[in-house]
């Protein structure tokens, strides 16, 4: 098998590959190098010409680049369970390695060859790439973290197109313009090999037109003035860096629950010097029930009663055999409150699928209970400032699909209460903030964001982070691991009804069509 392999051609491949893994990686949260996303597959593509042995194993090609790629930005998880992000790696890998063996194998036959064949091959390798990142977001529960285009979530222009299709958009223009320059240097290479004349390069410019003209388009979204006056609400959200452990008390350096709620009343009260409308606390702020534990339930009447807006915390709620993971909403002067129960809940984070015929899953995690699942969003009013907001528990507010049925309510804002601090000092909670933004965006609505030990902060209706809790005494002033409280003053405009929230996943679902018409049978022609 390896007589006639020449060994320099393999390790050269196997480099290839490799950079394409370690691309990916640098294109999210902590690194930011979004541009390396506009090239990160060309390498892998490369790898399968240069080396003969890897050509005949795209699929395993694209299970190494899958691994890197998501080994290295998901690795945080393993602070709470290392064998449960293993298991997610090595299932989500899976993804890579299907679009790189069904290009290969499966489309690039039908594509043919020239300029034609190639922009073919581009579009195809495209839409197939969306497909699966819907895909991977629904299936088993999903989890659609860091899709390609999240790497641009800097990029504001280009993060505009998320209006129209979704963060997918993003992902099916980078993933173009990658398979078009790879196919342009291929020919011009095939070219000059044989001794014939350089060809123009239609396929990459055809490629870097289309992305001039979406950074164009979503440049001039940015510089359009919203019709009619906008509207504010002042708010002040509570970040009290309280650290999470898995030990059987929840917290870590000797914090008590009695210590919690301490810093969680000092810092409520700071923030109501400013009179906020809406005053946050993050998600799951104790791990209590506000009324059924009296130490929770009374600091939560104290701050009610003297605040003059409302209330928004994440705190549990239980029914018969049943538990939830809630946002409450308390009208001024505890007159009367709303809820929210999780409608997403977190794959091995707060459930254990099958946990009752295979009990041994349990020890993937160190929590001994399945939180169950809301059954709708809500939207919560606060009818004494004509505003109402839809609250996204923890990871809700990175699931394209489900904020869109919540902004489907007409909430004004959306609002994210979530605790990352079991990830400790990773890119969590970063990445968090990377996938979430899109989602303001998509639905036209800002976006508050009220976290344990971060990301607090205020985004806007173009993506835009205009603030978030910082802390001098850290190093460059870092939001995660702050303490205080951000107040503000939030404005927007009616939000609009875009092109994604009316159509929802259009995209990938069209991409998905046609990668199915591409894949049927060819009938045979008579001679």
């Not at 020239?114 to 991977?136: D, H, K, P, S, Y």
């Not at 070219?191 to 350089?198: K, T």
Request: hydrophobic share 45%; net charge positive; proline share 6%.
């Amino acid at each position: 098998m390896f007589q006639n392999l020449n060994k320099t051609n393999l390790w050269q491949g196997i480099g290839f590959v490799l950079i394409s893994g370690v691309a990916l990686v640098l294109a999210y949260p902590p690194f930011n190098q979004g541009w390396v996303s506009w090239v990160a597959l060309i390498p892998v593509l490369c790898a399968l010409r240069v080396s003969p042995e890897l050509g005949r194993r795209p699929f395993a090609c694209g299970y190494l680049v899958g691994l890197l790629y998501f080994g290295g930005t998901f690795w945080w998880i393993g602070h709470v369970t290392a064998l449960g992000t293993a298991t997610l790696v090595l299932y989500i890998s899976l993804y890579p390695a299907i679009w790189l063996w069904a290009m290969e194998r499966w489309f690039a036959p039908r594509c043919g060859d020239g300029i034609l064949g190639n922009v073919f091959f581009a579009f195809i390798g495209a839409c197939l790439w969306v497909a699966l990142e819907w895909m991977r977001g629904w299936f088993l529960t999903g989890f659609g973290w860091n899709n390609l285009g999240v790497a641009l979530h800097a990029n504001i222009p280009f993060v505009q197109l998320a209006s129209l299709g979704g963060v997918y958009m993003l992902s099916w223009l980078i993933v173009f313009v990658n398979l078009c320059a790879f196919r342009t240097f291929q020919r011009v290479y095939g070219e000059i090999s044989a001794g014939r004349p350089r060809g123009p390069l239609y396929e990459l410019s055809l490629a870097l037109v289309l992305a001039a003209l979406g950074f164009a388009w979503g440049w001039r979204q940015t510089l359009i003035k919203p019709e009619g006056s906008l509207r504010s609400l002042r708010y002040a959200a509570v970040q009290a860096n309280i650290p999470q452990s898995g030990s059987s008390s929840g917290y870590e350096n000797g914090v008590s629950i009695e210590e919690n709620l301490r810093r969680h009343e000092e810092l409520s009260l700071k923030a109501l010097e400013s009179k906020p409308d809406l005053l946050l606390w993050p998600e799951a702020t104790t791990g209590l029930e506000i009324f059924l534990d009296d130490r929770l339930g009374s600091l939560v009447t104290r701050l009610s009663r003297k605040s003059e807006g409302y209330f928004l915390l994440g705190a549990e709620d239980s029914a018969p055999g049943k538990m939830f993971n809630a946002a409450f909403l308390f009208s001024p002067g505890y007159t009367g409150f709303s809820v929210y129960h999780k409608n997403k809940l977190v794959i091995f984070g707060e459930y254990v699928p099958l946990a009752k015929w295979l009990p041994i899953l349990r020890k993937l995690v160190p929590f001994g209970v399945d939180f169950s699942a809301g059954e709708k969003p809500e939207l919560l009013k606060m009818p004494n400032l004509s505003v109402s907001l839809a609250p996204l528990i923890c990871f809700e507010d990175t699931q394209p699909g489900f904020v869109r049925s919540a902004a489907a309510l007409k909430p004004d804002i959306l609002v994210n209460i979530t605790n990352d601090s079991w990830f400790k000092d990773s890119p969590g909670a970063e990445q968090h903030l990377a996938n979430a933004i899109f989602r303001a965006v998509e639905n036209d609505r800002p976006l508050l964001r009220a976290a344990n030990t971060g990301i607090t902060c205020e985004v806007n209706q173009y993506g835009v982070v205009k603030a978030r809790l910082t802390d001098t005494a850290l190093p460059n002033g870092r939001s995660l691991g702050a303490s205080g409280v951000l107040s503000r003053e939030l404005r927007w405009h009616s939000p609009r009804q875009t092109l994604y929230q009316r159509w929802g996943d259009w995209l990938p679902l069209v991409s998905a069509l046609i990668c199915l018409g591409v894949s049927l049978p060819r009938k045979k022609t008579k001679e």
